[in-house]
């Protein structure tokens, strides 16, 4: 009875990382940067969730933070606030922290809340890859199939996204000139 549930509750957890996969792909897809804050915001939602169910707290604080943190990023841009995300991220992750190993969602977080509040288009997404290796590793320590699938689709897609807006600048100062 309990490794069924056991089974059952992995198969509900990693059913949650692959839909976060399907999101995530959607998300950094996007040149728009407020739709891409958008799909983001539903993406760290249903993380949460995937990491709640893979049991791992320090993950599923990040996740709230980041979700939290993005719907705040749609309407306002500032420091103070980045500085106020980043310091709760930090401080309560550091105290959840069981192991060293719990360092990378928080630092995952720092760098997004960073590139979320401070950053735009290229320099944002390039941000969001250093994020995004910080989350691979998490996913891979803690077992996470489609957070890995993700996070190694998300470095992908925002290269392709990033060559896509340099195409599009270098475009326009051809048109303007």
């Not at 799909?39 to 604080?61: K, R």
């Not at 995004?132 to 998490?138: E, G, P």
């Not at 996913?139 to 470095?155: A, Q």
């Amino acid at each position: 009875m309990i490794v069924d549930f056991i089974s059952e509750q992995s198969l509900l957890a990693q059913t949650f990382g692959l839909i976060s996969f399907a999101l995530g792909l959607s998300t950094f897809y996007q040149k728009d940067d407020r739709r891409l804050k958008i799909v983001m915001l539903i993406l760290n939602l249903n993380h949460l969730v995937h990491y709640l169910l893979m049991g791992s707290v320090v993950s599923a604080l990040s996740a709230l933070l980041s979700t939290l943190r993005t719907a705040t990023a749609i309407y306002i841009s500032s420091a103070w606030v980045a500085l106020g995300f980043i310091t709760v991220s930090m401080s309560l992750g550091f105290s959840l922290a069981d192991s060293i190993w719990d360092l990378w969602p928080i630092m995952g977080t720092v760098i997004g809340t960073y590139s979320v509040f401070m950053l735009q288009g290229i320099a944002m997404r390039l941000a969001f890859l250093a994020g995004a290796t910080c989350w691979l590793i998490n996913n891979i320590l803690i077992g996470s199939i489609g957070g890995t699938l993700l996070e190694v689709s998300v470095i992908s897609i925002n290269v392709v996204t990033i060559m896509r807006l340099l195409k599009d600048k270098k475009q326009l100062v051809a048109t303007n000139q």
